[in-house]
């Protein structure tokens, strides 16, 4: 098993090697070690929102590669689980819509809304036959306002890992935000994705990549937060551009917040604008390849051109290509490792920490 230590004081640390971001070893352990742990992002509630509604999906398409399936059964009850029958392994649900069971095609297996296997011809005869074995596996499913999650061996229920976000930002009324596809956007970078991630939970570049973003925040009070499973860059306008007016019972009080940007393990990006809310995943397809969603939900549409949460699409193209750099750079036979900033890249050593245990 490959193992990269990170020392637990950002003051000796360096940041993980070079092999972790170019090596086959290290890419197939994260995949089996992380991913197939972690929680992801998955669906809207609307795509499941009424008894009998099915919702087939791939789990990390370009990564795990695993096929599922979301249900609402008669009961109203969501469920997550295979979306591979458990006879030869067809595909059960190859469409949205709405159904009274589950049946595989191919030789006509069929399911309950809950995954339970119910019937199959020409099997009279057959020892042992139906057992738990038949029935569609579950996988972790969480909700949290009107976004699902799933995972296929979760360690913690999703709300472990959520709480600190909710905690924070409860007092926005994200039931109420509403999904645009008009303003969301897929990139393709050429790049790892964890050095996507390495870039986007550090402040630091910000003065030198993103002279926009950089003259509507005040990056002398730009904070990092870091919590067990996730953390927090706190931006605060400067005078005059579009901040968030936080309540008195919010820690924040008092504060003109320009944006919250939580970053939750290993791949997720939650993004809190005055306009509403951009999520952001993370989807590696290769060592040197990555897929980022951007999903756009607007609470205030007339604040969608100013203060932080503008321009997105320049900033992006600005970040990736640094990290299309950075990728090209992590080839050179020269270079090793780096050190971090104690003062402005406890989020990275927070992501190194957490890839280096997971792989411990």
Known sequence: MTSFPIESDIHRASTLPADFYTGADAWKSVRERVFTRAWQWVADIDQVRVPGQVWPFTLLEGLLDE???????????????SNVCTHRGAMVVEGAGVEKALRCRYHGRRFGLDGKFQYMPEFEGAEGFPSACDDLPQVGLGRWSRFLFASLAPLEPVESVLQPMIDRIGWLPVDEFRFDPTRSREYLVRAHWALYC?????GLHIPYIHAGLNSVIDYGNYTVEIFERCNL?????????????????????????????????????????????????????GPALTRIQFLTYVWREDKMDSGAGSGLDRVE????????????????????????SPTRETGVHHF?????????
């Open 317 to 340: 193209r600005e970040d990736e290509s640094v990290v299309e750099s950075v990728q090209r750079g992590l080839k050179s036979r020269l270079y090793r490792q780096g050190r971090f």
């Open 198 to 202: 390495d870039n986007y939970l550090e």
């Open 67 to 81: 096929p599922l399936v979301l249900t609402r059964d008669a009961d109203d009850t969501l469920h997550a689980m």
């Open 233 to 285: 860059q706190l931006a605060l306008a400067r005078p005059g551009d579009e901040a968030f007016d936080p309540p008195a019972e919010s820690p924040d009080f008092g504060k003109r917040v320009a944006a919250y940007y939580w970053w939750l393990f290993p791949n997720m990006m939650f993004n809190f604008y005055p306009w509403g809310l951009s999520i952001n995943i993370v989807r590696p397809q």
């Open 352 to 360: 190194h920490t957490l890839l280096s245990r997971s792989l411990a």
